[in-house]
């Protein structure tokens, strides 16, 4: 057993302990203005349409909630576990349930291309012999640059290029000769694929000929 002659012990002591409880009660405080967070979370992502983005966070947790933004509201889409594959365009975020609170990971953004269209090509005739000049109307780029174009006469690739600022799309042909009518089409290409113009069949305008009496 031990004695002390002062009360110097028994200060330090309690002058200890009373370091001990604030900085727990300091720690506290920190934690409740900064709670946990989720440290790896869903990157954004930019996909072609029918493929799938694959978000992803790290955290273990009883429970996952993945969530998309839905006009005013976020819309739950799946509860499957730490990684969802999505395919519709829009923002998402995934909520994840542990023992003691409920953590939201940072949004991420999906993004999603498609092919490039056209509505139409337009020549309703031309002249035997004479030039060729067609049009496409309703051009999407399907969300990225249109890289190449392909005109087609009855199948046939007549002119192809890589697509730039400058390129119209107009097909200019000089002296077109065929006995009948001839199809045409127009193919354009971006980097999730290609789509086709309808056809259009163009009629040929045959010069009359003098009858001999």
């Not at 057993?1 to 009660?25: E, G, K």
């Not at 991420?108 to 000049?133: F, K, Q, R, Y």
Request: include cysteine; hydrophobic fraction near 40%.
């Amino acid at each position: 057993m031990y004695y002390f002659c002062d009360n110097q012990f028994l200060i330090q002591t309690r002058q200890l302990l009373v370091c001990i409880l604030v900085i727990f009660s300091f720690s506290g405080q920190l934690a409740a203005q900064n709670p946990p967070t989720i440290v790896v979370t869903p990157e954004s992502a930019t996909v072609c349409s029918g493929q799938y983005a694959t978000f992803a966070v790290n955290e273990t947790a009883l429970s996952y909630r993945w969530q998309r933004w839905e006009g005013d509201d976020w819309l739950t889409v799946a509860t499957a576990g730490r990684s969802y594959h999505a395919n519709v365009a829009g923002l998402y975020r995934c909520v994840v349930r542990t023992d003691d609170e409920e953590l939201f990971s940072a949004t991420a953004t999906l993004v999603v291309n498609n092919v490039p269209s056209i509505a139409a090509i337009h020549v309703p005739w031309v002249c035997e012999g004479g030039d060729l000049m067609s049009t496409p109307f309703g051009i999407s780029n399907g969300g990225l640059p249109l890289e190449m174009y392909e005109w087609k006469l009855d199948g046939k690739t007549i002119e192809a290029a890589t697509i730039d600022e400058k390129t119209d799309l107009v097909l200019h042909r000089t002296a077109v000769i065929t006995d009948n009518g001839f199809s045409l089409t127009l193919t354009l290409y971006n980097g999730c694929g290609s789509a086709e113009s309808p056809f259009e069949w163009v009629t040929i305008m045959r010069t009359p000929s003098l009858l001999n009496n």
